[in-house]
């Protein structure tokens, strides 16, 4: 009889503990399962960036690309000529207007000091000043050596920005890498995100696709 009384009141504690011990398992694996999601998100951000960044751009282009497969182009060389036409466009015009910028404004360092003179000059004339040109050229570091030293750094400039974009590509080269699998196989990957989908949310999912597209 002494068993049998004790077994009873021995059950709830250990009800308890095995309670206890399943919270704290569930905790624990919660806290795990936050620090592994905090770590991934934070190590593939720019992956993930860049993935996002693609399949927006993918939408952009789709009007072309569908242009020319409807003109019986494969749809991975419409894709491809699209985005080699984007490329030409981009770097053209950061040639020109690269080089342009840089170029105006190392004439205008080089001019500097010749239009303080005139200002000071007119003022002087016209307002019965006087102003010493030489030493506002002096005050501002405007003399001609430091003109054309910084005008020739700032011309350089246009050496150092196209080295920065050579580390720049490796990232765009993922990027493209990942807008044309988006943009060429984008009927595939729509339904391969669709049929991941309930079946509620696959109309909706292609509702916005399409929306998507047309605002491009």
């Known amino acids: 009889w002494g068993m049998n009384n004790s077994e009873p009141s021995s059950n709830p504690v250990r009800i308890e503990l095995t309670k206890v011990r399943s919270v704290v398992l569930l905790v624990l694996f919660a806290i795990a399962s936050f620090l592994l999601l905090n770590w991934a998100i934070v190590t593939l951000r720019g992956l993930l960036l860049t993935l996002f960044l693609a399949w927006l751009f993918s939408v952009s282009i789709e009007p072309a690309v569908a242009y020319l497969e409807q003109r019986k182009w494969r749809r991975g060389l419409a894709t491809g000529t699209v985005m080699l036409g984007i490329l030409l466009g981009f770097f053209g015009f950061i040639s020109l207007f690269g080089q342009l910028l840089f170029t105006q404004a190392a004439?205008?360092?080089?001019?500097?000091?010749?239009?303080?003179?005139?200002?000071?000059?007119?003022?002087?004339?016209?307002?019965?000043?006087?102003?010493?040109?030489?030493?506002?050229?002096?005050?501002?570091?405007?003399?001609?050596?430091?003109?054309?030293?910084?005008?020739?750094?700032?011309?350089?400039?246009?050496?150092?920005?196209?080295?920065?974009?050579?580390?720049?590509?490796?990232?765009?080269?993922?990027?493209?890498?990942?807008?044309?699998?988006?943009?060429?196989?984008?009927?595939?990957?729509?339904?391969?995100?669709?049929?991941?989908?309930?079946?509620?949310?696959?109309?909706?999912?292609?509702?916005?696709?399409?929306?998507?597209?047309?605002?491009?």
């Open 107 to 216: 004439s205008l360092l080089n001019t500097a000091p010749e239009i303080v003179r005139t200002v000071s000059e007119w003022l002087n004339r016209n307002l019965n000043t006087q102003l010493d040109p030489q030493q506002i050229i002096e005050s501002l570091n405007l003399t001609s050596s430091q003109a054309t030293d910084l005008a020739s750094s700032l011309a350089g400039g246009l050496f150092g920005f196209v080295a920065a974009l050579v580390g720049f590509i490796i990232n765009l080269l993922a990027f493209m890498l990942f807008l044309f699998y988006l943009s060429a196989d984008a009927p595939k990957v729509r339904r391969s995100i669709a049929q991941a989908l309930p079946p509620k949310q696959q109309e909706i999912f292609s509702k916005v696709w399409n929306i998507s597209i047309k605002k491009a």
